[in-house]
Antibody, heavy 114, light 106 residues
């Protein structure tokens, strides 16, 4: 069965960076886009961007250009998102989701605090 | 970028009611809309894709319709387990979520 297993919660300092992961199993990793979605506490869902692991192509929501960097490791079927220059506005749960967003990871809580 | 305007932001219903949520896209999205249910602390769950196709496991009391820019999602005979937030998603061009609708019990 399709599973997306995300890394654990992160507590990071303002101005720093964080890299979170999403390990895929149960399907051919290189055949589907992997998307990333942000949800701030009490708020709605916001699409960050996608990566196509087959060729590494990426597409971003303009709002997240320069904030998020998406990569993928075909050998381990793992997608990554790095968030840089973190501020309190980046404190949120981050989800990965496949393709037409039919399967989702469990989410990673990132807290930015000094 | 395509914008999705979802309404209402919140909805109060009694058990057994029928409720409807709408999403309007800023341009034609060619029926490429999906609907999600999210409960607190959980990842969203896809209920419907391509406007009206129920995802495996979605109860038949859920339905979707629409075309062009205008789409709707309904729950007939609301049950207690349906209390959640609901989101639309367009996937015709990149991805855009609607603002969400919180369904509460009256």
């Amino acid at each position: 069965q399709v599973q997306l297993q995300q890394s654990g919660a992160e507590l990071v300092k303002p101005g720093s960076s964080v890299k979170i992961s999403c390990k895929a199993s149960g399907y051919t990793f290189t055949s589907y886009d992997m998307h990333w979605i942000k949800q701030q506490p009490g708020n709605g869902l916001e699409w960050i961007g996608w990566i196509y692991p087959g060729n590494g192509n990426t597409k971003y929501n303009q709002k997240f250009n320069g904030k998020a960097t998406l990569t993928a490791d075909k050998s381990s079927s793992t997608a990554y998102m790095q968030l840089s220059s973190l501020t309190s506005e980046d404190s949120a749960v981050y989800f990965c989701a496949r393709g037409v967003l039919d399967y989702w990871g469990q989410g990673v809580m990132v807290t930015v605090s000094s | 970028d395509i914008q999705m305007t979802q309404s209402p932001p919140s909805l109060s219903a009694s058990l057994g009611d029928k409720v409807t949520i709408t999403c309007q896209a800023s341009q034609n999205i060619n029926k490429y809309i999906a609907w999600y249910q999210q409960k607190p602390g959980k990842a969203p769950r896809q209920l419907i894709r391509y406007t009206s196709t129920l995802v495996s496991g979605t109860p038949s009391r859920f339905s979707g319709s629409g075309s062009g820019r205008d789409y709707s999602f309904s729950i007939s005979n609301v049950e207690s387990e349906d209390i959640a937030s609901y989101y639309c998603l367009q996937y015709d061009n990149l991805r855009t979520f609607g603002g969400g609708t919180k369904l509460e019990l009256k």
